[in-house]
């Protein structure tokens, strides 16, 4: 069958079990294995969709953790590189009394090389691409120049075997050393990116748009754009129109890979059949609802991949939530 790559950081999020309060006072923080494209990756491998991650992780224990998580989650590894002299990243997370989200901070200290910015172009696993459906990627891959050159790498073998590009923006000011290289760099990376998703906050900051009519004509390529706003509705473009689906209210413990959980069953939903069909609107919206639900079920536990929901608990969910209307 053909699968989903999956291709960027995996790291740990170190979330804080103190609610409300700034990093200085936090006093304990607890582990969990994230990082977006991995958290893609294993959405995708909960609802049955088959999937490898193409990743560089550091020959240290935590490293080894995250790759022995992501293989019992039902993630193909071959493509995640293990770099002997550098550090498995983590990302310090506090929440607000809402559940939202702020980075902080990583581990190590300004000199510490972090294993995701050495993806070495030359070790991707070209047979992988070959029988690929989609390649799945953000942004913070592009921050440093060597994983800058893994993805440029990636885009010309999805180009040659045909496989389609979806883009998550997933902005991370806190990657860059240079935030402002994002300006130069987009726009490359969007000439080779056929479904784009986004948040609302950075569909403002890097397109000044917040209509994904207005994003598809501007990039006219795109086949879809999928544009999220929290607890707001989400706003889509597929199959040549627009339109908007609610999301689903829940009572959020934690955010974290609420995003991810989404685009995976967003994708989960078109690999199973043809693109064409998106020009068919009740499937776009059924699409883009079951989506919607994915992303509401996440919030409901800690932690980006624990949480995850299958198939059928998406379903169930829809079907509750569509008997009250």
Same mark, same amino acid.
């Given at each position: ?14 979330? =804080? ?41 550091? %020959?240290?224990?935590?490293? =080894? ?29 506090? @929440? ?22 050495? !993806? ?7 047979? #992988? ?7 799945? !990627? ?7 120049? %060597? ?36 300006? *130069?760099? #987009? ?10 998703? #986004? ?41 040549? @129109?627009?339109? *908007? ?54 919030? #409901?536990? !800690?932690?980006?991949? =624990? ?19």
């Amino acid at each position: 069958m053909p699968r989903v790559i999956c291709l960027g950081e995996v790291l740990v999020d170190q979330i =804080a079990e103190d609610i409300g309060v700034p990093y200085e006072q936090v006093s304990s923080w607890k582990p969990y294995f994230g990082g977006a494209p991995a958290n893609v990756a294993c959405g995708l491998a909960k609802l049955g969709t088959p999937v490898s991650l193409i990743s560089c992780v550091g %020959q240290d224990e935590v490293g =080894a953790d995250l790759l022995r998580q992501l293989g019992a989650a039902g993630v193909e590894t071959s493509g995640v590189q293990v770099h002997p002299n550098s550090t498995t990243r983590q990302v310090y997370v506090t @929440r607000d009394i809402l559940g939202d989200r702020s980075f902080d901070r990583f581990n190590g200290d300004s000199d510490t090389v972090f294993a995701d910015t050495l !993806m070495s172009p030359e070790h991707l696993p070209e047979h #992988l691409f070959a029988d690929a459906k989609f390649l799945v !990627m953000g942004t913070l891959g592009l921050a440093s120049p %060597q994983t800058s050159r893994a993805i440029a790498r990636a885009l010309k073998l999805a180009d040659q075997y045909f496989v389609k590009v979806v883009i998550d923006i997933n902005w991370r000011a806190m990657f860059w050393k240079s935030p402002e290289h994002i300006v *130069k760099l #987009l726009p490359i990376l969007l000439k080779n990116t056929d479904f784009l998703k #986004l948040t609302e906050d950075e569909s403002n900051l890097l397109f000044k748009l917040v209509s994904p009519a207005a994003i598809a004509q501007a990039y006219s390529h795109l086949e879809g754009i999928l544009i999220t706003n929290g607890d707001k509705d989400c706003r889509y473009y597929l199959g040549e @129109r627009q339109g *908007k689906h609610p999301v689903y209210p829940v009572h959020s413990i934690d955010t974290t890979g609420a995003g991810d959980s989404f685009l995976a069953a967003f994708i989960h939903k078109i690999y199973h059949r043809p693109l064409t069909d998106l020009l068919d609107p009740q499937f776009a919206e059924e699409v883009v609802g079951y989506a919607c639900a994915a992303g509401a079920l996440t919030t #409901l536990d !800690m932690g980006a991949i =624990a949480a995850q929901p299958n198939d059928q608990q998406i379903r169930e969910f829809l079907a509750i939530r569509n008997n009250k209307h």
